[in-house]
């Protein structure tokens, strides 16, 4: 269950990742930004899908963990996460409107299926994201506290569980983006030096060829002025 809580959770933050990005005027890159226009940007309808690539490190690896693929999100119900290398995997997330719906792993020609209702924590996430793909900034508030930093040319914005039940396991979502452009996303549990960072758009083709998870956490939070 804990292992499909933190795929889940980097699969439903990644989908907004498809937003174009944009070369915003002088006026406009010097502005603060705030979470209501961040929220608007990253708004998307589907069906969308986007390449990434994912580092993660933590305690229980003897080394980062480099993977490669593509998220989807072929209808508002569905969400999809395929890891293409180093090994094969498809996460998928479907909702309904009458219950908690479920998450369907697929590995090996293996396939396991988990209701919601088994991670109440994760159907509140999904929820959640989903308010963040319809740009609801009202209800993504109700379940996380919105840090927004930096203008609209460079911008960082934390989410923070609200709910006990999500805190237990994780500490905050950074996304970092510039203009209209989600380029990374930062998903910090609350074990120490548990993180996962997904490059996506500009920063996952900039990450094409880069090895050193260094470099790659580097990529993930470069500054637009850098």
């Known amino acids: 269950t804990t292992a499909l809580c933190s795929g889940a959770l980097l699969l439903a933050a990644c989908l907004p990742a498809a937003a174009q990005q944009t070369a915003p005027g002088r006026r406009t890159a010097e502005r603060a930004v705030d979470a209501g226009w961040i929220v608007s940007k990253l708004a998307r ?60 792993i697929e590995r090996g020609g293996k396939r396991r ?12 996430l999904q929820s959640s994201f989903g308010a963040l793909l319809g740009g609801d900034r009202a209800t993504l508030e109700r379940d996380f506290r919105l840090v927004p930093e930096g203008t609209r040319a460079d911008w960082r914005m934390a989410l923070v569980p609200r709910s006990a039940g999500v805190a237990a396991r994780l500490k905050q979502i950074t996304l970092h983006g510039r203009g209209a452009e989600l380029r990374c996303i930062e998903t910090r ?3 120490e030096g548990d993180v996962q960072r997904t490059l996506l758009a500009s920063a996952a083709r900039a990450a094409h060829g880069v090895d050193s998870p260094k470099r790659l956490a580097a990529l993930c939070q470069q500054s637009a002025a850098r």
């Open 113 to 124: 299926t988990y209701s919601l209702a088994r991670v109440p924590e994760l159907a509140s």
């Open 45 to 104: 309808p589907a069906p969308m899908r986007t390449s990434f690539v994912e580092v993660r490190s933590s305690r229980m690896l003897k080394a980062p963990l480099r993977l490669s693929g593509e998220y989807l999100r072929p209808d508002a119900r569905t969400l999809v996460r395929q890891v293409r290398t180093p090994y094969v995997e498809t996460t998928t997330i479907v909702s309904s409107g009458s219950g908690p719906g479920q998450a369907t």
């Open 189 to 191: 549990t609350v074990r």
